[in-house]
Each structure stands twice: as structure tokens, then as C-alpha cells.
């Protein structure tokens, strides 16, 4: 069975769900996730999780992400974004020092409202089923993190191009909705193409075509996933038995405490595990069936 992580440039037009079923064929397994989904509108970087490596899908999920998004201003739409129905188009007085100096204010950990048209659930209904019925129903806040946006382009008195970097849960179409609500225009997401997640950036996507032709060899081991973290090579046999059953075991030597990749003596990754007191007890197993 194929087992691995392929960095995937999605093209658009095609869900999350779509390359993954797509990869289900070309790879010949069920066994097939990803992390972070993009909405059809969107281009790249999607990491897409084959057989055992589906087990570090939570973590993939959990990191910081990279855009590049086109926003479009005096256009406001029910989505959010171009493909909705067009609520109010306003005329755009504002200027490109105007949209900066906005800017800082949605920097930082700040409250968001989930859209509609996303599959955020409410009582065990998505939204997005709601929305597509007309109804409307109301929408907790929720703290997110925007590391950094910046400026990139010009492309138009009402088209920007700005650089976002951001935390999980993080909509980029309600960042757009809401900075051009706070310029008094409106505005909505043009066009959006993320450049990183899960600490892979374009320069390691490829595309279906490629993994159509080479298959599996393009497929990355999952401890590529945990490339940030230093690796610890198990000394001993009884440290791996105690690895291996799941059971915290000490380390001798003086090591910074964190996290760690373990591999055994042969060079096989075992787990992600965490150093403390000199004890290392896992985080996450990622070996066996």
C-alpha cells in the first residue's frame, strides 16, 4: 500500500474532496486525506495524506497558513467571494495608502464571524446547507490569528493584491468582506492562492498530472511533516521495547526539552515525542498497521 505525503498544487474548479478521490484512483488505495481545505475558486498548496501518513493529518491541520489574495472593492456578494450573487456594488474612493494604513487593524488575534456559505456547523447543520435554503442564522466570533498582510499589487483602482499569513480557521473571504466594509466600499475575494500550509510552500507541489505519470514517487515520508522538530535515534533495545509499547523511557544524555522525531536503530521513524525531565513520552505513534 502507498504510504506517504504528496504536496498537491489544486487546480481550480476542483474541491479538496475531488483531488482526493482523484488520487484514491491513481494511487490504488482508500486511504486518502488531506489537510486544510481550499474552496473550488482556489489554487494551491493542499497536502494530501496516503495510507499510514493519514495519522498526521490533525497536525497538518493545525499550522499556520500562507495566501496570496486578490481583493476586489465595491463589490459585496452572499459568498463573499466573485461566484456568489451579487448583494451591492458601490463606487471605490478609497486609495492604496488608505487600504495600508487599515490594514494593522486586522493584524493580530482578532474575532471573526464564519460565512454563511461555509461548512462550520450550528446544531449539527453545516452552514453552507442553510445558506443554499435562504436561511440565515446567526454566528459566534471566532479568534483567529493574522500573522502579517501586506500590500503586494495594484492591479486596479478596485483590485489589490495582498500577502496574508495566518492561523487556522482563518476565512480569507470574510478578511476581504470585512476590510472593505471597514473602508466603506464593500468588498469581496477576487482570486486566492495559498502558498503554504503545513510548512510546504509551492516550491514542493506538483501537480495531478505529475503524480498521474509517477505515482508513488512522489509521495514524501511522513517524517517530512515534522522536519522543524530535531530528530533522537533510540539508543538502546529497551528503549525501544518501551518506544514501541507505547511507554515513556529515559534519555541519558542532556537535551533541550521539546519535541522530538524518534526513529529506531535502523532508521525507521517511529513517533513524535515529547522531552521533559529527560523522559520521553510520545505524542504520536505513527508505526505498526
Not at 482523484?22 to 482508500?30: F, S
Not at 481550499?38 to 490533525?58: E, K, N, Q, S
Not at 498521474?212 to 525501544?240: H, I, M, N, V
Request: net charge positive.
Amino acid at each position: 500500500m502507498a504510504d506517504g505525503i504528496v504536496i498537491i498544487d489544486k487546480p481550480q474548479g476542483w474541491t479538496s474532496m475531488d483531488v482526493c478521490a482523484k488520487l484514491r484512483g491513481i494511487l490504488h488505495t482508500r486511504k486518502v486525506g488531506h489537510a486544510g481545505t481550499l474552496d473550488p475558486m482556489a489554487t494551491g498548496v493542499l497536502p494530501v495524506f496516503v495510507g499510514r501518513a493519514t495519522r498526521g493529518v490533525t497536525f497538518a491541520e493545525s499550522g499556520d497558513k500562507e495566501y496570496v489574495a486578490t481583493l476586489r472593492l465595491g463589490l459585496v456578494t452572499d459568498t463573499q467571494d466573485v461566484t456568489g450573487t451579487v448583494l451591492a456594488q458601490n463606487e471605490v474612493k478609497v486609495t492604496a495608502d488608505d487600504l495600508r494604513n487599515l490594514l494593522p487593524r486586522f493584524t493580530g488575534t482578532i474575532a471573526q464571524v464564519p460565512p454563511m456559505y461555509s461548512a462550520v456547523k450550528i446544531e449539527g447543520q453545516k452552514l453552507y446547507d442553510l445558506a443554499r435554503n435562504g436561511v440565515e442564522v446567526a454566528r459566534k466570533p471566532r479568534n483567529i490569528t493574522v500573522f502579517s498582510i501586506q500590500v503586494e499589487d495594484c492591479l486596479s483602482p478596485t483590485d489589490y493584491v495582498l500577502r496574508i499569513r495566518c492561523s487556522k480557521g482563518t476565512y480569507v473571504r470574510t478578511l476581504c468582506h470585512d476590510i472593505g466594509a471597514a473602508l466603506g466600499c464593500g468588498g469581496c475575494l477576487a482570486s486566492l492562492r495559498r502558498t503554504m500550509a503545513a510548512g510546504y510552500t509551492l516550491a514542493d507541489a506538483v501537480t495531478l498530472a505529475d503524480v498521474q505519470e509517477k505515482g508513488e514517487a512522489l509521495l514524501r515520508p511522513l517524517d517530512s511533516l515534522f522536519r522543524d522538530r530535531p530528530s533522537y535515534t533510540l539508543a538502546t533495545a529497551r528503549q525501544e521495547a518501551l518506544c514501541r509499547n507505547g511507554n515513556p523511557f529515559t534519555v541519558a544524555q542532556p537535551l533541550p526539552e521539546g519535541e522530538y522525531r524518534v526513529y529506531d536503530r535502523e532508521g525507521q521513524f517511529l513517533c513524535l515525542s515529547r522531552l521533559q525531565g529527560g523522559v520521553m513520552t510520545s505524542v504520536k505513534n505513527f508505526f505498526g498497521a
